[in-house]
């Protein structure tokens, strides 16, 4: 099959094994992938990933798993040509998260196309049955296709009480922070998308949500949501806190140099670390029409073209770049 492999620099191949004999996981053909920022990131080096890149994807099941015994049907027999979504760590099984039903934390797991596993930019992927959720009619594949971040941007409301009268702030005005301002006005709270690119502003404004250069953002509000993705981002968060607020660090960049954490214990306030979060919430919020994340679509490209959309995705202007493997 055709995928967009990654060994240091990212190569498409045209003759990539299919994962065809996988034990225990179903077959999905990829219908469309969206390229994220942690796909630029590594590309750039995080994490040392060699393999298929890619981890959000709308595709469809062509085999469900064997059972091994021959008996019965076989595990997600129920899958069988859906439409599904996939959740994208996959846990051993039997450790402490597992058990407690956070294969997101498993210390052995793989994640597709970020760790140990080939992901989504190629024709066919396979994950367990456990790890798929089948999309209901109502929901298009360009819809369908956000679901990884807007889990991500629900695991907020998992992880963080609110009472509705906050004043929030979203710093970064690239694809998560649209995606994040989108789930929490989608809550009722209101809050506002910081950013540096006015265009970029201009255009997510026009979709209804409030915003404001980052520059001219005055500080005090109840709790910043960091999703700028440079190091610069946390601390420039830590300034717009109040006491006593709180800090959601969506933003996986490393953060370098000399961080002064004196202001986090002087003005106490509450750091989250924040990562991906359940599919079915998400799924429930696209289906129900309060978040509809494709405005953010600035192109879909096929899979021969991966490299072009891979660049694209840099570009300023660009939110969401699609592949389309078939
Ligand atoms: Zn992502
Ligand atoms: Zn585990």
């Given at each position: 099959?055709r995928?967009?492999?990654?060994?240091?620099?990212?190569?498409?191949?045209?003759?990539?094994?299919?994962?065809?004999?996988?034990?225990?996981?179903?077959i999905?053909?990829?219908?469309?992938?969206?390229?994220?920022?942690?796909?630029?990131?590594?590309?750039?080096?995080?994490?040392?990933?060699?393999?298929?890149?890619?981890?959000?994807?709308?595709?469809?099941?062509?085999?469900?798993?064997?059972?091994?015994?021959?008996?019965?049907?076989?595990?997600?027999?129920?899958?069988?040509?859906?439409?599904?979504?996939?959740?994208?760590?996959?846990?051993?099984?039997?450790?402490?998260?597992?058990?407690a039903?956070?294969?997101?934390?498993?210390?052995?797991?793989?994640?597709?196309?970020?760790?140990?596993?080939?992901?989504?930019?190629?024709?066919?992927?396979?994950?367990?049955?456990?790890?798929?959720?089948p999309?209901?009619?109502?929901?298009?594949?360009?819809?369908?296709?956000?679901?990884?971040?807007?889990?991500?941007?629900?695991?907020?409301?998992?992880?963080?009480?609110?009472?509705?009268?906050?004043?929030?702030?979203?710093?970064?005005?690239?694809?998560?922070?649209?995606v994040?301002?989108?789930?929490?006005?989608?809550?009722?709270l209101?809050?506002?998308?910081?950013?540096?690119?006015?265009?970029?502003?201009?255009?997510?404004?026009?979709?209804?949500?409030?915003?404001?250069?980052?520059?001219?953002?005055?500080?005090?509000?109840?709790?910043?949501?960091?999703?700028t993705g440079?190091?610069?981002?946390?601390?420039?968060?830590?300034?717009?806190?109040?006491?006593?607020?709180?800090?959601?660090?969506?933003?996986?960049?490393?953060?370098?140099?000399?961080?002064?954490?004196?202001?986090?214990?002087?003005?106490?306030?509450?750091?989250?670390?924040?990562?991906?979060?359940?599919?079915e919430?998400?799924?429930?919020?696209?289906?129900?029409?309060?978040?509809?994340?494709?405005?953010?679509?600035?192109?879909?490209?096929?899979?021969?073209?991966?490299?072009?959309?891979?660049?694209?995705?840099?570009?300023?202007p660009?939110?969401?770049?699609?592949?389309?493997?078939?």
């Amino acid at each position: 099959m055709r995928a967009l492999y990654l060994d240091r620099v990212l190569t498409l191949r045209r003759d990539y094994p299919d994962p065809r004999s996988v034990p225990g996981e179903a077959i999905v053909k990829v219908r469309l992938s969206g390229i994220c920022g942690t796909d630029l990131e590594l590309i750039s080096g995080y994490m040392a990933h060699r393999g298929v890149l890619g981890h959000e994807f709308v595709g469809e099941v062509v085999a469900t798993a064997g059972n091994g015994s021959g008996a019965g049907a076989p595990e997600g027999a129920e899958l069988a040509q859906r439409r599904v979504v996939g959740e994208i760590n996959v846990g051993c099984g039997r450790c402490h998260a597992c058990r407690a039903d956070l294969e997101r934390h498993c210390p052995n797991r793989t994640v597709l196309g970020v760790l140990g596993r080939d992901g989504s930019f190629a024709e066919y992927l396979s994950l367990p049955p456990r790890n798929l959720l089948p999309v209901p009619d109502s929901v298009p594949d360009e819809m369908a296709v956000f679901c990884e971040p807007v889990a991500a941007a629900c695991e907020i409301l998992e992880q963080v009480r609110f009472d509705g009268r906050e004043t929030i702030a979203v710093l970064g005005d690239g694809r998560l922070g649209a995606v994040v301002a989108m789930v929490l006005a989608a809550e009722g709270l209101n809050p506002v998308l910081a950013g540096r690119h006015p265009e970029k502003l201009a255009r997510l404004g026009a979709l209804g949500l409030r915003t404001n250069l980052e520059s001219k953002m005055e500080p005090g509000f109840d709790m910043v949501v960091d999703c700028t993705g440079n190091p610069a981002g946390f601390e420039r968060a830590v300034a717009l806190t109040r006491p006593r607020g709180r800090i959601v660090l969506k933003s996986t960049t490393a953060l370098g140099g000399n961080l002064n954490l004196a202001p986090i214990v002087i003005d106490e306030v509450t750091v989250v670390g924040s990562r991906c979060g359940r599919f079915e919430p998400a799924l429930k919020l696209l289906a129900s029409g309060k978040v509809d994340p494709r405005p953010l679509i600035s192109a879909a490209y096929p899979l021969d073209q991966g490299i072009e959309a891979m660049a694209a995705s840099h570009e300023p202007p660009n939110f969401k770049i699609l592949i389309r493997p078939s």
